[in-house]
């Protein structure tokens, strides 16, 4: 079983979806929005509860995970802020970067808005390779794996090459849609494909595609993700849950992730 660190956790959707392979138990939570952390004290109430990613560092506290997750916040990102990017101070990369750096976990999984690959992939992917991880993003959408909302998203999954023995100068075996330049292809499930230009060494290998599971939404109204049967009147933090399921992951998408994880080690 594969240690777990969650950072910018949200409501804990990677959580989820990760344990539900029975091959994750998560070790640590990293978020600092009251609301999201009383979900996640409800629904994993064994799990610690870090508060402030800048604060958070892992060997002080002893936490020695196998995987590291984050959904790092979207605005700087996102067509519906300015789109700063790196100048954005909401942009939480290098701080996940250096805890990544800090706990050297086998694998990362990132996840973000398409805005992203314009304004900072780049940026992503060559510092996961200066500490020798390979990385493979995939343009995955929401309804892909039978959500009721499109949600495209970036997802980031790496795996450091330091667990198949590899040296700084030595090349590894790639499989996928990686072009003789360098540049990488990150495509979607309907195989639409953006090139992302990039000075990487390294190209992992490339997961299975995703499945549909509409019977997970069928308990769920068409409007605000709201249980049918339950009044707004008794949904007393209806503002607040909304905003927090508005920046969540659906957690079939890590779920799938984790399933092809768990294949490597089997």
């Given at each position: 079983?594969?240690k777990?660190?969650?950072?910018?956790?949200?409501?804990?959707?990677?959580?989820?979806?990760?344990?539900?392979?029975?091959?994750?138990?998560?070790?640590?939570?990293?978020e600092i929005?009251?609301?999201?952390?009383?979900?996640?004290?409800?629904n994993?109430?064994?799990?610690?509860?870090?508060?402030d990613?800048?604060?958070?560092?892992?060997?002080?506290?002893?936490?020695?995970?196998?995987?590291?997750?984050?959904?790092?916040p979207?605005?700087?990102?996102?067509?519906?802020?300015?789109?700063k990017?790196?100048?954005?101070?909401?942009?939480?990369w290098?701080e996940?970067?250096?805890?990544?750096?800090?706990?050297?976990?086998?694998?990362?999984?990132?996840?973000?808005?398409?805005?992203?690959v314009?304004l900072y992939?780049?940026?992503?992917?060559?510092?996961?390779e200066?500490e020798?991880?390979?990385?493979?993003?995939f343009?995955?959408s929401?309804s892909?794996?039978?959500a009721?909302?499109?949600?495209?998203?970036?997802?980031?999954?790496?795996?450091?090459n330091?667990?198949?023995?590899?040296?700084?100068?030595?090349?590894?075996?790639?499989r996928?849609?990686?072009?003789?330049?360098?540049?990488?292809n990150?495509s979607?499930s309907n195989n639409?494909?953006?090139?992302?230009?990039?000075?990487?060494?390294?190209?992992?290998?490339?997961?299975?595609?995703?499945?549909?599971?509409?019977?997970?939404?069928?308990?769920?109204s068409?409007?605000?993700?709201?249980?049918?049967?339950v009044?707004?009147?008794?949904?007393?933090?209806?503002?607040?849950?909304?905003?927090?399921?508005?920046?969540a992951?659906?957690?079939?998408?890590?779920?799938?992730?984790?399933?092809?994880?768990?294949?490597?080690?089997?």
């Amino acid at each position: 079983m594969l240690k777990h660190l969650d950072l910018c956790s949200g409501i804990g959707g990677f959580a989820l979806g990760l344990q539900s392979t029975d091959f994750f138990k998560t070790i640590g939570f990293c978020e600092i929005d009251p609301y999201c952390q009383k979900v996640l004290k409800k629904n994993f109430s064994s799990v610690p509860i870090f508060n402030d990613i800048k604060e958070l560092k892992p060997k002080e506290l002893n936490l020695q995970p196998d995987i590291i997750t984050a959904g790092f916040p979207c605005q700087p990102f996102s067509v519906a802020g300015k789109q700063k990017g790196k100048d954005d101070d909401r942009n939480l990369w290098q701080e996940t970067f250096r805890i990544i750096k800090e706990s050297k976990p086998t694998f990362f999984i990132g996840e973000n808005v398409g805005g992203i690959v314009k304004l900072y992939l780049d940026t992503i992917l060559q510092d996961l390779e200066s500490e020798s991880y390979s990385t493979r993003c995939f343009n995955i959408s929401a309804s892909s794996i039978g959500a009721k909302h499109k949600r495209e998203r970036i997802w980031i999954v790496s795996y450091s090459n330091a667990g198949l023995g590899i040296g700084e100068n030595e090349e590894i075996q790639t499989r996928g849609n990686t072009t003789t330049n360098g540049s990488q292809n990150v495509s979607n499930s309907n195989n639409i494909g953006t090139q992302v230009s990039t000075q990487r060494q390294y190209s992992s290998i490339k997961l299975f595609g995703s499945k549909s599971q509409k019977n997970w939404w069928q308990t769920f109204s068409k409007f605000h993700r709201i249980p049918n049967g339950v009044s707004y009147g008794l949904d007393k933090d209806r503002a607040k849950r909304i905003k927090a399921l508005g920046n969540a992951i659906v957690p079939q998408i890590p779920y799938y992730i984790g399933l092809a994880i768990k294949e490597m080690y089997e």
